[in-house]
């Protein structure tokens, strides 16, 4: 466990970000947390990392209900950008429709759909999969 993983949470939920903020403490992991309530936001902070030539995200976790830029939204944003690092990227949401669930499967950049709320054994479950790559 001597990789920090960054790790970006793309909700517009106060209380959500606060309990993953809660989770990713309990998991062992190094990880650094970075939220944005909106798509937007989020691909304005990918812009300014790419720029900037900082690491990006090894992992993102996105809702889709947001104002401004829905989860959706942002994937599509996230397509133009052209980014051609792995990250690995989850629907996270509270959503139970079975057509949010397939729509997550359209998206190449999509790993999975993840129910509300998120457990701790699930992130470490995500953890080690970044873990075990060369980040």
């Known amino acids: 466990m001597n990789t920090k993983i960054n790790l970006l949470v793309i909700d517009d939920d106060d209380i959500n970000i606060f309990i993953i903020k809660?989770?990713?403490?309990?998991?062992?992991?190094?990880?650094k947390m970075v939220a944005k309530t909106n798509?937007?936001?989020?691909?304005?902070?990918?812009?300014?990392?790419?720029?900037?030539?900082?690491?990006?995200p090894h992992l993102i976790l996105i809702d889709i209900n947001m104002p401004v830029l829905n989860g959706w939204e942002f994937l599509d944003a996230y397509e133009n950008l052209?980014?051609?690092?792995?990250?690995?990227?989850y629907m996270l949401s509270s959503s139970v429709y079975e057509n949010d669930i397939e729509k997550a499967k359209t998206y190449k950049t999509v790993k999975g759909f993840i129910s509300k709320p998120l457990s701790i054994e699930r992130l470490v479950e995500l953890f080690e999969g970044k873990n075990s790559e060369a980040i």
């Open 82 to 89: 052209g980014i051609q690092n792995d990250i690995d990227m």
């Open 39 to 56: 798509g937007s936001m989020a691909i304005d902070y990918l812009q300014e990392l790419i720029a900037s030539d900082q690491i990006l």
């Open 22 to 31: 809660k989770i990713v403490e309990k998991t062992g992991y190094e990880a």
